[in-house]
């Protein structure tokens, strides 16, 4: 289904509508700025900031006991070392987390969710899963799959273009 940009029911300023393929950034950033409130609002309720469940569903969807070392959650999150090093210690004063030695490799740290973790996890999954289909709601399926796929063509360039400008990126080593 495409738009009517002409109709009266788009409220959308005029420069978002621009037809021409650089305008995509601008409505990505505005698509953007409305994840970050659909995300704001989902975690409301459970009293934390995305970030901090951005760290804990990862670990969630790890098998148990839930754990991976603190540099693959950076990877995982995309986010630097330092901010997933206070995330951590955040969650670890809360009793969410707790940090353990790698006993394959005494040298590396990994991050386990607690009980409470797993609970916070569980219920940040439910209200951001809400908060999704309340928007996916109100797009037909043939949309939804046009937009996933084009979306995933985008990050894959995205992430190559990471990659090429900055070799030694996270990115760029295999999973």
């Known amino acids: 289904m495409l738009i009517d940009v002409n109709s009266s029911t788009t409220h959308l300023p005029d420069y978002v509508l621009d037809p021409s393929p650089l305008a ?3 409505r990505l950033q505005r698509v953007g700025l409305h994840l970050e409130r659909l995300q704001a609002e989902a975690m409301e309720d459970i009293g934390m900031s995305f970030p901090d469940y951005t760290l804990l569903a ?3 969807r790890e098998t148990a006991p839930h754990q991976l070392p603190v540099s ?5 999150v995309l986010r630097p070392m330092g901010s997933i090093t206070q995330v951590v210690d955040r969650l670890e004063k809360t009793g969410l987390v707790r940090r353990a030695v790698d006993p394959a490799d005494r040298r590396r740290v990994l991050v386990e969710l607690t009980d409470a973790g797993i609970d916070l996890a569980v219920s940040g999954d439910h209200a951001y899963r809400i908060c999704r289909q309340r928007v996916l709601d109100a797009l037909p399926d043939p949309d939804l799959e046009r937009i996933d796929g084009a979306l995933l063509e985008l990050l894959v360039a995205l992430e190559s273009d990471q990659v ?3 070799p ?3 990115l ?3 999973a």
């Open 168 to 170: 030694d990126s996270t």
């Open 164 to 166: 090429a400008a900055d």
């Open 72 to 76: 693959r959650l950076a990877e995982l």
């Open 58 to 60: 990862t670990l969630h």
């Open 24 to 26: 995509l950034f601008t």
């Open 172 to 174: 760029a080593e295999p």
